[in-house]
């Protein structure tokens, strides 16, 4: 993969049809969280490959006001769930939904945890440089990481000298960064690991220390050279195998929990075509036939965040952050905190009986809410066959079949509450809305 | 006859000239009353402290509440019960008031349906049902009722006074006075007791030199499994230690709540106890649980103090400190082992885990050894975090088990129980809070605390400051909040007084 960014004729053939409403609402589903009314229309006018720009935003993230001033005065509490909190915060009312599902995609891929880290703001901070640069080259991100104060105190980074150098942060940059398993030596992280010798913090910044540092000749994936950091970063991302691994990822996050070699293989050519440039790898992925294919429907479980926000955005309202947040702990994904370097497996280990317990557990208390919506899938639903039956489409996609329409029908006449939301709670009880 | 008639009337006024309730039906589920409304109500409208609530007064009472303001209303006497299935509450008022057709009109204008009147010399008599006025004088009154008696005795002229009768108000009592966990009961057994069997509740609010409300409430003898509520002949006084921010006591003892946690808690915290010993007992060593219950005292005390309002921590707390009576001063060296037994614990976890341990350390105050466990400096992220204020500090002196939460408010605990700086216990629980640097530290805390409560509630930032700031509004002028819940000859009283900040710069308490 080179850094360059050149381009470019279509690697994934494009959609072969015009979108249809279906289709509109699987991209909303895997690009936005889930397909409101409002998105699902600006979608049909814009189509899909502006809608990908659009809801990914410009060069610089969005700062919302209010998201941002929430988060600038709890960022110093160092506690975790409050933390994890503001940014759910920041998703359920971000004007662009892929940028923070791509933030979270990197989040999952260099991991850091706030009880290792022990610095809230560093965590904080962190997030927002990979918001800002996910959606660019692929190279600029992995050289920031490696200078990043939560990631350098996470994999001890800031011990490692040239009389000692620490092998952790090489050993995760060639396995779960960039290449992956397979493709290098535990002699390659040897040499990484002395190239990445001098890279300390200091008032809260990144430094290099030309004295910590071993700046001779190191033999790195074949080829000798007095490398630094920077080139060992440059030579892991354009290994064939990085955009392969990358590609894999990408797959497992925005398009099903199994892909496929042929898929693994196309998206991974898609990526170095497009020269590692995530938005538009990401725009053509969204706007191909692969993307679109009937096995790749409904075939994303969702993650405990996606759950939380697209069970908010299908009842409208901001539901209480903190209180997702502590649901998402139960439901087995701790934001700003993963219990190890690998990040979460995802896909259908989100479904253990554990989590499935506490994922039902968080939907069936929303159920029993009963506050109106405002801008619900489906904004006018009556509690009746016909409109559990639309609220089913609206929130899951599809229409389940006559039975078990006709036991929701039943659960959402027990509610207690007379709003429209609680019909629309009851369908998200459904097995369906747990994937995408 | 007309000589015996004018005598029993007049015999009638002088006895309601005494007592108003005497023209009030004997089934009066609510009684309320109030002398010199008129200023009363003036004064309420003026307090910056009751003006967030106005609003929340639908707006044809206010205008209510400011017409009788106008009026040369004396005392107003009132009693409400219920009009029967489907029917509206039956009201009887007796007013004493110069301008008894002022009264009438204001009230006719604004109260809806017909109100019956009865003139009494300065007196009148009103009702919104023709009852009201022909209850004959000599039939039984409120005034008759026993527990009315026992309210007049202790509020002979109170300004606001009510008595409610709760048999009658509250038919359907299944959920009151049950206790959610076993934390509620710990702490609110007592009230929640007295909720649920109490039979009437009276009290009365002073606007003197303090905002004194005071209630009171019937309640039988606690049962035995809340024996661990009942005071205790041998609790020891509250400490006064100079500068506190807030002080809570509470009369409680943990050897009888252990004992009783089978038929208080529920199943699932009978789990969570049984575990809480295990681990305890692991980590007690050779000293026994039991042991442990038996030597600690009957009362729980808090004592927070206010921190550096210029410190830099973001955000920034006040030290707390619990104390328990030590009963048997030979356990004291167990419970520093038992102490560092725990930091040693939570320092292995801690190291597995890549995160920093904490540093013990000692220093002597008064001769008496502080134990403190806290972060090292270089661990923390400079001085605006708030995690160095975590500096779990331990003593014991003067029979008397310390933790705190800083070492700066366990020293000054030691300092005043070594100088034996202390007050009687006058009451089973008592709170007391500093309201000035109270409202200090939530203004320093402000943004955290809003953005928090956005963050908990799920509402926007702008709204969840200016609620938070409603609230200490209602508190601004005020520097003083005490409050009382006493227990004694089968009464529960629970006292709540606010002291204005005029008073407290006068030295109103003698502080």
Known sequence: MSSSVGVVSRTLPPLSRDPTRDDVDHFLRRTAFFPTFELRERTEREGLAASVDRLLGGAEPSAPEEATAIGASVQASEDVEVLAAAWLHRILGSPEPLRERLTLFFHNRFVSALSKVQRGRFLVEQIELLRRLGPGPFLPLVQAITRDPAMIRYLDLERSTKASPNENFARELLELFTMGPGHYSEADIREAARALTGYRIRHDRFEFSPAAHDDGSKTFLGRLGAWSGDDIVRLAVEHPGTARHLGRALLRHFVTDAPGEPEIEAVGRLIVAQSGNLRAVLRELFTSDLFFASAHRFALTRSPVDLVVAASLALGRILPPLEGARHLVAMGQSLLDAPSVKGYEGGAAWRSPASLLARRSYLASLAERGREPAGAAAPEVSRDLEGVTAAAQAVLGRVPPPDELALLLRLARKSKSEATSSVVGTVLLHPWFQVA | ?511
Request: some cysteine; charged content about 20%; hydrophobic content about 45%.
């Open chain 2, 1 to 511: 006859m007309a000589k015996t008639l004018g005598v029993a009337i007049l015999c009638a006024l002088a006895l309601r000239a005494q007592e108003p309730a005497r023209s009030l039906p004997d089934d009066a589920v609510i009684f309320l009353e109030l002398q010199d409304g008129p200023a009363l109500l003036r004064e309420a409208q003026a307090a910056p402290a009751l003006q967030p609530l106005w609003p929340l007064i639908p707006a044809p009472a206010r205008k209510l509440v400011a017409a009788l303001g106008e009026l040369s209303v004396e005392h107003i006497a009132l009693g409400v019960r219920p009009g029967g299935v489907f029917r509206p509450l039956r009201w009887t008022a007796v007013v004493k008031t110069q301008d008894h057709r002022g009264l009438l009109t204001q009230l006719r204008s604004h109260l809806p349906g017909t109100i019956f009147s009865r003139p009494e010399g300065e007196w009148v008599v009103l009702g919104n049902h023709e009852e009201a006025i022909e209850r004959p004088e000599s039939g039984a009154s409120l005034a008759d009722v026993p527990s009315f008696s026992t309210y007049r005795t202790k509020h002979t002229r109170p300004r606001l006074g009510f008595h409610v009768d709760l048999e009658k108000l509250l038919v359907f009592r299944g959920a009151v006075g049950k206790a959610d966990d076993l934390g509620a009961e710990f702490f609110f057994g007592h009230l929640l007791k007295t909720a649920a069997r109490a039979d009437w509740v009276s009290g009365a609010l002073t606007l003197d030199s303090e905002w004194r409300l005071a209630m009171m409430a019937p309640g039988t003898d606690l049962p035995d499994t809340h024996a661990f509520l009942r005071a205790a002949k041998s609790a020891p006084p509250l400490l006064v230690l100079p500068n506190a921010l807030a002080r809570l006591s509470l009369t409680r003892n943990a050897q009888l709540f252990w004992a009783a946690r089978e038929q208080l808690a529920k199943p699932a915290e009978r789990e969570a106890l049984a575990r809480f010993q295990g681990q305890a007992e692991t980590i007690l060593g050779e000293l026994a649980y039991d042991d442990l219950l038996a030597a600690l005292g009957p009362t729980l005390d808090l004592y927070a103090l206010s921190p550096s309002i210029e410190s830099k921590a973001d955000p920034l707390f006040p030290a707390v400190a619990i104390v328990i009576p030590l009963l048997d001063s030979g356990l004291e060296d167990e419970l520093i082992l038992t102490f560092q037994s725990i930091i040693g614990v939570a320092n292995i976890e801690r190291g597995g885990m890549g995160q920093p341990r904490f540093l013990l350390e000692s220093a002597d105050q008064d001769g008496v050894r502080i134990h403190v466990a806290r972060h090292f400096d270089h661990h923390l992220n400079g001085p605006g975090d708030p995690r160095g204020q975590l500096q779990i500090a331990l003593a014991c002196t003067e029979g008397r088990f310390i933790l705190g939460s800083h070492p700066d408010v366990v020293r000054a605990v030691v300092v005043a129980a070594r100088a034996g700086r202390t007050e009687p216990r006058r009451t089973v629980d008592s709170l007391q809070i500093e309201l000035g640097p109270a409202r200090a530290l939530f203004r320093r805390n402000l943004e955290f605390l809003a953005a928090r409560n956005a963050l908990e509630e799920g509402k926007s930032l702008d709204r969840a400051r200016t609620d938070l700031q409603s609230i200490v509004g209602l508190f601004e002028p005020f520097s003083r909040l005490k409050m009382a819940i006493d227990q004694h000859s089968g009464q529960t009283s629970v006292e709540v007084v606010l002291v204005p900040n005029s008073a407290a710069a006068t030295g109103v308490d003698g502080k």
